[in-house]
């Protein structure tokens, strides 16, 4: 059974850092894309960042140049540090694969990460 734990997300001033971590089990993930998603109260879920199998990474404009996604095959896990956050980044962060199908559609419970003054 796959499973994604997100962990690092916390209560952090506008201008703040986080680390963000996932931890992937039951599946191999090292030949899959990998990628951070949020969701924000009332918004869809959207992808932020990826990172494919061979490190290469992409952003939304809204995170460029202030997130930074990577990977740990050895030890199935994806990294997401943010800095220079801002009250928009406030959201439940979860990591999947891209597209989420690849992990059978397997969700973990998310990390809150709130930006606030």
């Known amino acids: 059974q796959v499973q994604l734990v997100e962990s690092g997300g916390g209560l952090v001033q506008p201008g703040g850092s986080l680390r963000l971590s996932c931890v992937v089990s039951?599946?191999?993930?090292?030949?899959?894309?990998m990628g951070w998603y949020r969701q924000a109260p009332g918004k869809q879920r959207e992808l932020v960042a990826t990172v494919s199998s061979e490190g290469t990474t992409i952003y939304v404009d809204s995170v460029k140049g202030r997130f930074t996604i990577s990977r740990d095959n050895a030890k199935n896990t994806v990294y997401l540090q943010m800095n220079s956050l801002k009250p928009e980044d406030t959201a439940v962060y979860y990591c999947?694969?891209?597209?989420?199908?690849?992990?059978?559609?397997?969700w973990g419970q998310g990390t809150q990460v709130t930006v606030s003054s």
């Open positions: 039951g599946r191999i993930f090292s030949a899959y894309t």
């Open positions: 999947n694969a891209v597209p989420p199908v690849l992990l059978r559609n397997n």
